[in-house]
T-cell receptor, first 116, second 114 residues
């Protein structure tokens, strides 16, 4: 039972345009969401996060939007650059789970390809 | 500052064998988490160690076990290997009192079970 879903395995976007990566979740206990970027042969690196008390967080070219009622979040990258080509993972966590860590729950990832 | 390192980078084992994977945390980080990433899947949480004690565990059987040492480096041990254990194993470390986003991942160990 996948609690975090990224339904697009891949996405191709022209350089300079906007990239929109989508993520849905089913666990209503999740209250913190993160996006990671992964290049081949490297570990995932943190990109941007959002708490459930917000609906938007922005960091340079990256903006994450959260729609709690729809249990949906999206990552916008504008303008897209060739170096953005990577696999993007959406992850979620319940911060107040108590009794120890329960780690991050990841989606399957979306392979973003930026075309020149 | 040295990042998170993992060894070995690749490993081939046969079904039924045991394997030990190693992780060196980033300097000053006292928490280590392990994840399993099967092909075409996202990373899945195995367990976390904090101050040499298991601090949380995902949905993995007891044949997955770990250790954390006084220098905060860590091992993941898997007994009685099964074909489905073939995956990329990722280690992530974080500093004291860190927010979730300050988990730093290593490049992983790719395990193939034949």
């Amino acid at each position: 039972d996948q609690q975090v879903k990224q339904n697009s395995p891949s996405l191709s976007v022209q350089e300079g345009r906007i990239s929109i990566l989508n993520c849905d979740y089913t666990n209503s206990m999740f209250d913190y969401f993160l996006w990671y970027k992964k290049y081949p042969a490297e570990g995932p690196t943190f990109l941007i996060s959002i708490s459930s008390i917000k609906d938007k967080n922005e960091d340079g070219r990256f903006t994450v939007f959260l729609n709690k009622s729809a249990k949906h979040l999206s990552l916008h990258i504008v303008p897209s650059q060739p170096g953005d080509s990577a696999v993007y993972f959406c992850a979620a966590n319940h911060r107040d789970s108590g009794g120890g860590a329960d780690g991050l729950t990841f989606g399957k990832g979306t392979h973003l390809i930026i075309q020149p | 500052e040295t990042g998170v390192t993992q060894s070995p980078t690749h490993l081939i084992k046969t079904r039924g064998q045991q394997v030990t994977l190693r992780c060196s945390s980033q300097s000053g980080h006292n928490t280590v988490s392990w994840y399993q990433q099967a092909l075409g899947q996202g990373p899945q949480f195995i367990f976390q160690y904090y101050r040499e004690e298991e601090n949380g565990r995902g949905n993995f059987p007891p044949r997955f076990s770990g250790l954390q040492f006084p220098n905060y480096s860590s091992e993941l041990n898997v007994n009685a290997l099964e074909l489905d254990d073939s995956a990329l194993y990722l280690c992530a470390s974080s500093p004291p009192g860190a927010a979730m986003e300050t988990q730093y991942f290593g490049p992983g160990t790719r395990l193939l079970v034949l």
